[in-house]
């Protein structure tokens, strides 16, 4: 099956690692994989690192020069199943299918999200074969689309943090005294990454050698370090940004803490088991999907900073329940969300989307 991955974000994001993933798993198991991206990004950054045969395209301009430089792609590689993300691509890729007369689009939703539709996405439906992808079994069965769902479940490779700790903490100038925070946000974390400031400014004074590092993209930046600055911890958090080894960054945590929603934090979830750092998040259907409350880490309800604070203080003095944390997430991440498995999930949906007869039948 010739595959192509359409991602025309300009951030790698945790939906750029899952396709990142897809694509590698089915180009090891010796499937022709393309992946068209933006130009210049650090999407393009982050697929040309996994070894992938990428295609940099220029930033989005009109629907139709966007589908007319796809279609140039369809043809050339022979791609007979696009997979993709937003609505926008869905009407990109489709409009390039009917004018290259062949192939079929399955839209990937983000873990935790909802296959909505509007009026372009709906036109994309009636020119080309078009199939949804979910994270998890709980999205696909909300949905309600029956055969046109598949799922394609999250997942990591256990063996690759297996050895990371040390030497990420010395990337991050951490001691083996410093009791380090990561935080993984993106541009929906918002208060909870206010949170967690807090968090640390009520908890510096009592654990000198406590540290917060925050990695992701947030839309809002500035203002997360004007509020460090007003809290006064500034020297006490670390902004690393958007990182493509994201797994290895997390390794060197002591705790981590996921304020960000879809992808990015369920593959967040994943990477602190994966490396056995047990997990401190607010509760929500997402985070419960993959982290066991009490078991590979401790949820928390939305609550004041203080409250928090208090949470965190007796997890950090718990030397014996974070390991037992850490050790249990671990064995979850290795048993129920193998790396194999979603690329299995991926190929899956290619070989149902590759089907010639539903192309004909449009």
Same mark, same amino acid.
């Given at each position: 099956m010739r595959t192509l991955f359409y991602h025309t974000s300009a951030h790698w994001s945790g939906s750029s690692r899952a396709f990142a993933v897809a694509a590698r798993g089915l180009a090891a198991r010796g499937e022709p994989v393309t992946v068209v991206c933006r130009q210049g990004s650090s999407a393009e950054l982050g697929f040309v690192q996994e070894g992938l045969d990428v295609v940099p395209v220029p930033p989005a301009a009109t629907v139709t020069r966007d589908a007319w430089r796809l279609r140039a792609v369809l043809k050339e590689k022979f791609i007979e199943v696009v997979f993709l993300h937003t609505e926008r691509e869905h009407l990109v890729a489709s409009s390039a299918m009917r004018l290259a007369e062949r192939g079929a689009v399955i839209r990937r939703i983000p873990a935790g999200g909802n296959a909505t539709s509007g009026r372009s996405g709906k036109l994309a439906d009636r020119m080309a074969t078009s199939r949804i992808l979910f994270a998890t079994a709980s999205d696909r069965d909300r949905s309600g689309l029956g055969d046109r769902a598949m799922i394609a479940p999250l997942g990591v490779d256990v063996a690759k943090v297996q050895d990371a700790r040390a030497e990420s903490r010395s990337t991050l100038g951490m001691t083996d005294a410093t009791q380090l925070?990561?935080?993984?946000?993106?541009?929906?974390?918002?208060?909870?990454?206010?949170?967690?400031?807090?968090?640390?400014?009520?908890?510096?004074?009592?654990?000198?050698?406590?540290?917060?590092?925050?990695?992701?993209?947030?839309?809002?930046?500035?203002?997360?370090?004007?509020? +460090?600055?007003?809290?006064?911890?500034?020297?006490?958090?670390?902004?690393?940004?958007?990182?493509?080894?994201?797994?290895?960054?997390?390794?060197?945590?002591?705790?981590?803490?996921? +304020?960000?929603?879809?992808?990015? !934090?369920?593959? #967040?979830?994943?990477?602190?088991?994966?490396?056995?750092?047990?997990?401190?998040?607010?509760?929500?259907?997402?985070?419960?999907?993959?982290?066991?409350?009490?078991?590979?880490?401790?949820?928390?309800?939305?609550?004041?900073?203080?409250?928090?604070?208090?949470?965190?203080?007796?997890?950090?003095?718990?030397?014996?329940?974070?390991?037992?944390?850490?050790?249990? !997430?671990?064995?979850?991440?290795?048993?129920?969300?193998?790396?194999?498995?979603?690329?299995?999930?991926?190929? #899956?949906?290619?070989?149902?989307?590759?089907?010639?007869?539903?192309?004909?039948?449009?």
């Open positions: 925070i990561v935080c993984v946000i993106d541009s929906r974390a918002g208060s909870r990454v206010t949170t967690a400031m807090r968090t640390l400014a009520l908890l510096a004074e009592r654990h000198p050698e406590l540290r917060l590092a925050l990695v992701g993209r947030s839309t809002d930046a500035d203002d997360t370090r004007m509020h +460090a600055a007003a809290l006064g911890v500034t020297s006490l958090v670390r902004f690393l940004g958007e990182r493509t080894d994201m797994p290895k960054v997390l390794a060197a945590a002591d705790v981590g803490w996921v +304020a960000a929603e879809g992808d990015d !934090g369920g593959f #967040a979830c994943l990477d602190f088991m994966a490396a056995r750092v047990p997990v401190i998040a607010e509760r929500s259907s997402l985070v419960s999907h993959f982290v066991p409350d009490g078991i590979a880490g401790v949820l928390l309800p939305p609550a004041d900073p203080s409250d928090t604070a208090s949470a965190v203080a007796r997890f950090l003095a718990d030397d014996d329940t974070r390991i037992a944390m850490g050790k249990a !997430g671990y064995t979850r991440a290795q048993r129920d969300f193998r790396e194999e498995t979603m690329i299995d999930g991926f190929a #899956a949906a290619a070989a149902a989307g590759g089907d010639r007869s539903l192309w004909a039948a449009r």
